[in-house]
């Protein structure tokens, strides 16, 4: 098992608490998504694929908005949960076990839209990882669909490489939640470890390792126009509201 498995599958039970409020966050980001996907030409008709699902943060979302959702991730321990998760929120989403590097594998329907968001990618560790996962995840998208995927800004953290990320302090009915990382770089890769400090009735601290591999955007955009991509947008928290870059990319 790699250790982006063993990662999300120790992860998962727990993930939700990075979020202040996990089913608002659903909400918000699923009607952010529902925009950029108008703004691309595209309705509620759209068959989405969301291959890197985790507990299902944005494909249940999308799902509760009417769109057709199948989901996939790496990870059985997220799967579980995103399946528990949908069958509470009573929306019909098709869970399969896949590796975004390996779609067809899988898959041999095409899709109108591929979402990966919250930094999923830089999980390739390396560039060919990183090709592969790219060559695969547009092959699985319908002439004329879209790619959509959210990455931090590596291009910005690439140049001072900070040691930690700021925490996100969540105050809570019987104390307060923080979560923060820390990121140990050894040239564009870095080991990072998440933890998860809750300081309520009692106090528990949670701890979770994993690697990335900080891709800049020059890239992922040379991969996705050399692997069947027309055209490439980068998009910005401060046009979408949402949290990480964006990236948009329209299949031939």
Request: charged share 25%; hydrophobic share 35%.
């Amino acid at each position: 098992m790699s250790i982006i498995q063993t990662f999300y599958d120790n992860l998962a039970t727990r993930y939700d608490k990075l979020f202040l409020d996990w089913q608002a966050t659903t909400r918000e980001q699923a009607e952010l998504l529902h925009r950029l996907f108008e703004s691309n030409g595209f309705d509620r008709t759209a068959k989405v694929l969301d291959c890197a699902c985790g507990i299902g943060t944005q494909a249940i979302g999308l799902a509760t908005l009417g769109y057709h959702v199948t989901a996939s991730d790496i990870s059985e321990g997220e799967l579980a949960e995103a399946e528990k998760r949908a069958s509470e929120h009573n929306v019909n989403i098709c869970f399969h076990q896949a590796d975004f590097r390996a779609l067809s594998d899988v898959f041999t329907e095409k899709y109108d839209i591929i979402i990966a968001m919250d930094n999923a990618l830089p999980h390739m560790l390396t560039s060919r990882d990183l090709e592969a996962a790219i060559k695969s995840i547009v092959n699985q998208i319908e002439s004329n669909g879209i790619f959509v995927a959210s990455i931090r800004d590596y291009d910005s953290l690439l140049s001072d490489k900070p040691p930690y990320s700021p925490p996100y302090i969540h105050k809570t009915e019987k104390g307060q939640r923080v979560s923060f990382q820390t990121w140990v770089w050894k040239d564009e890769n870095y080991r990072l470890t998440q933890y998860i400090i809750e300081d309520e009735e009692t106090l528990q601290v949670s701890k979770f390792e994993c690697e990335y591999r900080a891709a800049r955007r020059k890239e992922m955009t040379d991969l996705l126009l050399a692997h069947g991509c027309s055209k490439v947008d980068w998009k910005f928290p401060e046009e979408t509201g949402f949290y990480q870059p964006i990236v948009v990319a329209r299949k031939v």
